[in-house]
C-alpha cells in the first residue's frame, strides 16, 4: 500500500526566501510522485510529476522537486518566495498502471508568504 | 478550453435529504473519480470509473453513491447526507492511455457541501 507524509501542515516564508515543502512516501513499487497547487477557493493544479525519468523535476511558476529514492522523499522547493505562492500544496503518489493509477494525497501544507 | 466542471459549488442542506452534485468533462477522458478533501487529512478518494458502467469503491466509499451512464457525466449521489459528509468534493479526471499524460489527472473547481 502506497502513503504520503507531509511534515508541516502550514510553513510561512518571507518574500523572496527559500520555500521548502518535506513529502516522504511509502510505496511498494517504484513510484509515480506528483505536487499539486490549490489556491483559495479553487481546483487543485497539477505543479510537477516524477515518472522515472530525470531525479530532479522541473515545473511551473519556479518549483522544482528531486526524486531520492534512499531516503523515500521528493521535497519540493523554489528559491525565491513571491507573494503569489500562498497557497495550499499536496504531494501525491500513485504506484502506476498496475495499481490503476490510483492517486494517494498527503495532507497538505499551507504556505504563509510575509512581505 | 478542456475542464472539469462541477454543480453546484456551494450547497447547503438538511440532514436526510438526497442530493447530486454533478460533474462533467470535455476531455473524452474514461477515468474519473471523486475526492473528498479534510483539514488535515489531504484528499481521499471516494468513488471511481473506469469507463461508462464500470464503478468501483475507493477509500472512504461509505454514504455515497455514484453512476457512469455517459462517458462525460460522473455524479455523486448522497442518499442521505449526514453531517460528517460536511466537506469540499473534488470531481477528477485523466485518460486511460498510455505514456505520461495518462497519470495526469484534471480536477474540477470543488463543492463545498455542509450538512446541518
Redo the contacts between chains.
Keep these: 500500500a502506497q502513503s504520503?507524509t507531509?511534515l508541516g501542515?502550514h510553513v510561512s516564508v518571507s518574500e523572496g526566501a527559500l520555500v521548502l515543502l518535506r513529502c516522504n512516501y511509502s510505496s511498494s513499487v517504484p513510484p509515480?510522485l506528483?505536487w499539486?497547487v490549490q489556491y483559495p477557493?479553487?481546483?487543485?493544479?497539477?505543479l510537477l510529476?516524477y515518472?522515472s525519468a530525470a531525479t530532479l523535476v522541473k515545473g511551473i511558476n519556479g518549483f522544482e522537486a528531486e526524486f531520492k529514492k534512499s531516503e523515500t522523499s521528493f521535497h519540493l522547493t523554489k528559491p525565491s518566495a513571491h507573494m503569489s505562492d500562498a497557497a495550499e500544496y499536496?504531494c501525491?503518489v500513485?504506484e502506476?498502471?498496475a495499481a490503476?493509477?490510483?492517486?494517494t494525497?498527503?495532507?497538505?501544507t499551507r504556505v504563509l508568504v510575509k512581505p | 478550453e478542456a475542464q472539469?466542471t462541477q454543480n453546484p459549488r456551494y450547497l447547503i442542506t438538511v440532514t436526510g435529504k438526497k442530493l447530486t452534485v454533478t460533474c462533467s468533462q470535455n476531455m473524452n477522458h474514461e477515468?474519473m473519480s471523486w475526492?473528498r478533501q479534510d483539514p488535515?487529512?489531504?484528499?481521499?478518494?471516494i468513488y471511481?470509473s473506469?469507463n461508462v458502467e464500470v464503478t468501483d469503491k475507493?477509500d472512504v466509499p461509505e454514504g455515497y453513491k455514484v453512476s457512469r451512464k455517459e462517458k462525460r457525466n460522473f455524479p455523486l449521489i448522497l442518499e442521505s447526507p449526514s453531517p460528517n459528509q460536511t466537506s469540499l468534493y473534488?470531481c477528477?479526471s485523466?485518460g486511460?492511455g498510455s505514456g505520461?499524460a495518462?497519470?495526469?489527472?484534471y480536477?474540477?473547481?470543488?463543492t463545498r457541501l455542509t450538512v446541518t
Excluded at chain 1, 100 to 103: D, P, V
Excluded at chain 1, 105 to 108: A, I, R
Excluded at chain 2, 107 to 110: A, K, N, S
Design positions: 504520503v507531509q501542515s509515480y506528483f499539486y477557493n479553487q481546483g487543485l493544479q497539477l510529476k515518472t499536496f501525491a500513485s502506476g498502471p490503476g493509477n490510483k492517486l494525497f498527503g495532507g497538505g | 472539469v477515468y475526492y488535515g487529512l489531504g484528499l481521499r478518494q471511481y473506469m475507493g473534488f477528477a485523466r486511460l505520461r495518462a497519470y495526469e489527472q480536477f474540477g473547481p470543488g
